[in-house]
């Protein structure tokens, strides 16, 4: 109970973190450091460097803590100006042995900040500040300073691993955005792949419909009735075809949503298919559950290449379309009867751009694809889909 209510409160906190910019935060850190800075209790918390002493409190110290906390205000935005403001106030500050004030700890604040966010001259501005700190050094052993060497360095390693705790933050930083802005280009990727997919399947299957039911209409100019019912099927196919690229146009153009064209039912594209003249049958086994979009799109899409190679490369011969569900996987299959077509000519069946992408629809569900020439010279294409898809 205790380990979720800290949960909650942890992430309280950091909702209420990100609601405001960082550059406002460094706004409260500067007046909350200048206040504590005069707080005589929190004195002995102060960084006594060189224990350099007999200076009296005066207005210049105030002006030098002042220098060491206000800058804290563009710690972010700045840190190399912070850290040099506040470290050059740090300096004067022991140096001239003035009482111990809680502002001296914001130097640490400010080298942290400085290897967090610092972007450019980073060597530069690393190699300057130990440059400072041996001059800094010299000059405490020059004003009688009883500290040893040894302690000079205990110093030296405990600002530079103030420094470096800010580099490492930084380099975790810069590597989950590099993380996300993998997985966008991997998103993007994905996006513009299901798309194409996409494109492929309604560009084959409406246009080959148009290109055979306009092949077979000279065959049949003499009867009217026919070349009005090829006519409308190619008017059909093309307004079906129109419609989806319209979608995916949408698709194209607005942000957030899912390349899914809206699609009819398998029996719908049967039908289609067999108004064009090419003999169907359907069967379906026993009552399918509510599937998933993603999983009913990749059904009507098996459909859909099945029936598209059969219309290309078996015109005119039974084709069998079956549906059924069976251990919580849908299970898909068309078979075309073999057609008098070399089996070298449909030789791109099998690693066509059309069933690759099915295969990538449909792995990705965690499904599986095949397709193939039958022993009769048949061609048969069928999937394995889970009925919830990829968990």
């Keep these: 109970m205790s380990g979720t209510w800290a949960g909650d409160r942890l992430r309280r906190l950091r909702e209420v973190w990100r609601v405001y910019d960082a550059t406002v935060w460094d706004r409260w850190l500067a007046v909350v450091s200048t206040g504590l800075a005069f707080v005589p209790a929190l004195s002995i918390m102060s960084v006594q460097f060189g224990d350099l002493s007999g200076r009296p409190a005066d207005a210049f110290q105030i002006v030098l803590i002042l220098a060491q906390t206000v800058p804290l205000a563009v710690r972010t935005r700045w840190p190399a100006a912070c850290l040099a403001i506040n470290g050059t106030a740090f300096a004067i500050h022991e140096t001239l042995g003035y009482p111990m004030q809680f502002g001296t700890v914001t130097v640490y604040i400010a080298l942290y900040s400085a290897g967090a966010h610092q972007e450019r001259f980073r060597r530069v501005i690393a190699a300057a500040a130990s440059a400072a700190y ?54 993007a990727a994905a996006e513009r792949a299901r798309i194409a997919r996409e494109l492929h399947d309604v560009v084959t299957h409406h246009v080959t419909a148009i290109v055979v039911q306009a092949d077979a209409t000279q065959f049949v100019a003499t009867s009217p009735e026919r070349v009005a019912t090829a006519l409308s099927t190619i008017g059909g196919a093309g307004r079906r ?35 064009g003249g090419q003999p169907i049958e359907l069967v379906e086994d026993g009552d399918r559950p509510p599937l998933p979009v993603g999983v009913g799109l990749a059904v009507y899409r098996v459909v859909q290449e099945g029936l598209t190679n059969a219309v290309k490369y078996a015109e005119g011969r039974p084709t069998t379309v079956r549906i059924g569900c069976r251990d919580d996987r849908v299970e898909v ?27 990538d629809r449909i792995g990705a569900l965690g499904g599986a694809l095949a397709a193939g020439e039958q022993p009769d010279g048949g061609f048969r294409v069928s999937a394995s889909i889970p009925v919830g898809g990829a968990e």
């Design 134 to 187: 041996v001059v800094l050094c010299a000059a405490a052993v020059l004003l009688g300073s009883p500290v040893l060497q040894s302690e000079f360095l205990v110093f030296y390693l405990l600002f530079a691993a103030c420094w470096l705790g800010g580099a490492f933050v930084r380099g975790q930083r810069l590597q989950e955005a590099g993380r996300r802005r993998l997985a966008a280009e991997a998103a």
């Design 241 to 275: 075809a129109l419609a989806e690229l319209r979608y995916l146009l949408d698709v194209l153009e607005a942000t957030g949503e899912s390349a899914t064209p809206v699609v009819g039912n398998v029996r719908d594209l049967v039908e289609r298919a067999r108004s």
């Design 333 to 359: 299959e068309v078979t075309n009867a073999p057609a008098a077509v070399p089996v070298g000519a449909r030789s791109g069946l099998s690693g066509g751009r059309g069933l690759a992408g099915l295969r």
